[in-house]
């Protein structure tokens, strides 16, 4: 990350810098929240997290790269710090834990406003999709890619299958139906879709 | 359809009203995708389409009603005043004509502004999406559930499958690609979506 360049190697500057910047993402995460993405200003954000706004410009660029990092902290924390998808060699159990999880983030109120700030902003904004992109869809696809790939070269998914389109097929019903808000979003729905997408990926006989 | 009451028995009238009532409806449409649906207004309506706003009101409550319709109305045109999906007896050929239809419609410019404008609405606009539910979403949603609740009954899909959930399956990937831009969209990719649900929704061994 850009601002790992700007970080002094004294010990306590380092600590310093670390704490303003917790405090800058966790500002940026809450206020999107409460006033929305258009609405979001680098002095707000400064000013709820008590730094100036130079230390901000002076490592993110923008406010949406701001947000994008603050999402990809926040889940880090939620993970315990390994962002990697688990691993136990069991592919559908591993898919429901991970669903379930995601179930439960869409789900709770401080994360359902921002994300769905984000998302909406998006849609129509091409350089905010395209910083997404960068800082945070392809980081997190590639976790979930490295999944799959892994179970593919176990025999657990077809050979010929484009592990984009195994991505989609598991987490695109869920999301369309968070986003369009069409049902409820539970556990059970997060495991029939893991096992419906799953029964589609497998090898063919 | 509410207007309908409001359609005096004069033929002359009737036709006058159905004129009308195009215009309003293909004014709303392309003023959304140049204005967005926060500036969209029924004022702007009416003066697009050449009527008094009491026109409007006297037929619709709300802009957003407004362009339920017209999404309607224009799909209806599209697909020749028939919104059923085909049903020649073959579920994966039919989806696919399907869904090569919608990712036409996604890429069509002239749909995708309006589309988009109603999409990110209804994310923070619980109201606009409780309309939508019923006056779009919930239409097409049984049109879908009737052919898959078919193919269920000739044997082709797995008996205990969850309509709702297979919808979501089918459709689900391909419009969250088109939200999100994770993705090109096209008539490949509607096939591939089509297959890959399907393995996962036929009769199990």
Known sequence: MSHAQAVEEHPDATRRNEASRRAILTAAFDLVGEVGFTK???EAIAARAGVGKQTI???????????????????????SGDPALPDTGDLEADLKTVLRATVD????????EPLRAL??????????????A?????P?????????????QAGQLDADTDLDLAVEMLWGPLLNRWLQ?????TAEYADRVVETALRGLRPRA
Do not use: C
């Not at 998302?119 to 997404?132: F, G, R, S």
């Not at 960068?134 to 392809?138: S, T, Y």
């Not at 490295?146 to 593919?152: C, G, K, P, S, T």
């Not at 808000?181 to 979003?185: A, D, E, F």
């Open 57 to 79: 410009y002076r490592w993110w660029p923008s406010k949406g790269v701001v947000l994008f990092d603050a999402f990809l902290v926040l889940s880090e924390d939620r993970a």
């Open 119 to 132: 998302n909406t902003e998006m849609v129509h904004n091409p350089e905010l999709a395209a910083t997404y």
């Open 134 to 138: 960068e800082r945070l869809h392809e």
């Open 105 to 112: 983030e869409l789900n709770d109120p401080r994360y359902e």
């Open 140 to 152: 997190m696809q590639e976790l979930k890619r490295d999944r799959l790939r892994r179970a593919q």
């Open 181 to 185: 808000r069409t049902g409820p979003l």
């Open 40 to 42: 979001l200003s680098i």
